[in-house]
């Protein structure tokens, strides 16, 4: 039997394992970004990368865009979103958008190459056909699209149709990522977001037959209200029956104090720790019988998928988005919201559509907080990744590349892993650490080992309003 959590971990490690910690899309983590990074920094940013491209220097981009809209809020959401049922807004929105882009390519030089692009939300697909076309195109005369690009997209199926998805394969994507959440209609009604399971079934269907996405990820969240460990089975058993390439299952997390919508969410009507693990637990051993491989952090992937190959061979990276196949990119986050991640910092644009439009419309970059990476940053992020991506830790590869010694630099931190040791979640020795396969449940605990920020009094995020916290590790 598949090694889970609930098959490999006793009630007393549970216990201790029962924590909250960062997903670590990025090192140091989002909720670190301070004012003192701001649209200044940002230019300059931007021109040391024009004069390593200048050179044949700089590494390819990546392309996030993001789409704000969304017709109505799902309850569980903790997005940067706007909820309207006027799609009229999206003119504005794309006239700044495109104003954007064309900074960035002002700023770094035309025809960057570009190898991955990503559209996130809110939701893309609340864009119209032509919309889409025309943001394309704005992207397309700024940079240069490689042919092999991943081209990505979330896909909301109550504002799909297949002829939408052909228009999406014509413009040039080649994934789709469909949110499912929960296919039972209880817990749809729960969350607000209710989309029957055969209007999914008939949009991946159609995709398939279009015959142009490489990939198709479906998205899952366990926690949810109303949902129990049966009900999520038959899920489960709907989703494997789908066989999408990859799957990404999220635990749900209940900050109601930092996201508005989970308000609205019944308290009394989420499932426990127990509950929880019982529908991680089963979800993992159905989807390992399915064909799919753990890649690690909620990302399940068929053997065959690219995802899974890196992750077998050892060539894993992670960005904001999750894992990925594509190694180090400079990534450029477009739109209200954005983050992205330029050499050695990071940037965020305005949260609020009117400071975002202000910015753009003064031919500023809408930057208001972000972070410059210090030397004490970079080891840490290169190790805090290393374990995200490979699981592993090699002292040599730190020496080499930082001049660090990680025994004699980092004493008190193989300390504390030696008590994760002893639990059976990594191995340590005299060349490394490596993550085990029970350890790779809760890998994030074992980066957390490593960030120096969690050792500091928690920030109070960008509205300065709460401390922030994040969600479980299982
Ligand atoms: S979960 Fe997605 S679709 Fe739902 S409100 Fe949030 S951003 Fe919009």
């Not at 398939?208 to 209200?225: C, T, W």
Request: proline fraction near 5%.
């Amino acid at each position: 039997m598949k090694a889970t959590p609930h098959t490999v971990f006793t009630p007393e490690l549970l216990r201790r394992l029962d924590t909250s910690g960062p997903r670590y899309t990025s090192y140091p983590t989002a909720d670190r970004f301070h004012e003192r990074f701001g649209e200044l920094q940002y230019r300059q940013t931007l021109a040391a990368r024009a004069e390593l491209a200048r050179h044949r220097a700089a590494p390819p981009l990546a392309l996030y865009l993001h789409i704000p809209f969304c017709e109505s809020v799902c309850y569980y959401c903790a997005c940067n979103k706007v909820i309207t049922k006027h799609h009229d807004r999206a003119t504005e929105y794309l006239d700044m958008l495109g104003r954007e882009i064309e900074m960035h390519a002002q700023a770094l030089g035309t025809r960057q190459r570009v190898t991955q692009l990503h559209f996130g939300g809110g939701t893309p697909t609340f864009l119209s056909d032509a919309e889409l076309s025309r943001v394309w195109a704005a992207m397309a005369r700024a940079f240069e699209l490689v042919p092999d690009a991943e081209c990505s997209i979330e896909v909301d199926p109550r504002t799909a149709t297949p002829e939408r998805l052909a228009h999406l394969a014509a413009l040039g994507f080649n994934r789709l990522s469909f949110g499912v959440q929960d296919f039972d209609p209880e817990v749809q009604q729960a969350v607000h977001r209710v989309q029957p399971a055969e209007q999914v079934q008939a949009l991946m269907a159609a995709a398939r037959a279009i015959g142009k996405f490489d990939s198709i990820n479906v998205d899952l969240i366990y926690g949810l209200p109303r949902q129990t460990p049966e009900r999520f089975a038959r899920t489960i058993e709907r989703v494997v029956a789908l066989a999408p390439d990859r799957i990404a299952l999220y635990g749900y997390a209940h900050l109601p104090e930092r996201f508005k919508p989970q308000r609205r969410i019944d308290v009394a009507e989420l499932p426990d720790g127990a509950g929880r693990l019982a529908m991680l637990g089963h979800a993992i051993e159905a989807f390992g019988a399915g064909g799919y491989d753990y890649i690690g952090m909620d990302h399940f992937a068929k053997r065959h998928d690219p995802l899974a190959v890196a992750k077998r061979e050892g060539k894993l990276h992670r960005n904001f988005q999750g894992y990925t196949t594509q190694p180090e990119c400079d990534l450029l986050g477009l739109g209200v919201s954005a983050i992205g991640r330029v050499g050695a910092t990071h940037a965020q644009n305005a949260k609020t559509l009117d400071a975002y439009y202000a910015a753009i419309r003064d031919g500023r970059f809408a930057t208001v907080r972000g972070l410059a990476l210090d030397a004490d940053d970079l080891l840490r992020r290169a190790i805090v990744m290393g374990l995200m991506c490979r699981g592993r830790l090699d002292f040599a590869a730190i020496r080499a590349e930082f001049g660090v010694d990680v025994p004699a630099h980092f004493g008190a931190e193989l300390q504390r892993l030696g008590a994760m040791a002893e639990d059976g979640l990594v191995r340590v020795d005299a060349d490394g650490v490596d993550v085990t396969e029970a350890g790779w449940y809760v890998v994030r605990a074992v980066a957390m080992v490593f960030d120096r920020y969690l050792r500091q009094p928690p920030s109070r995020g960008d509205d300065g309003a709460q401390p922030v916290r994040f969600s479980r590790v299982l």
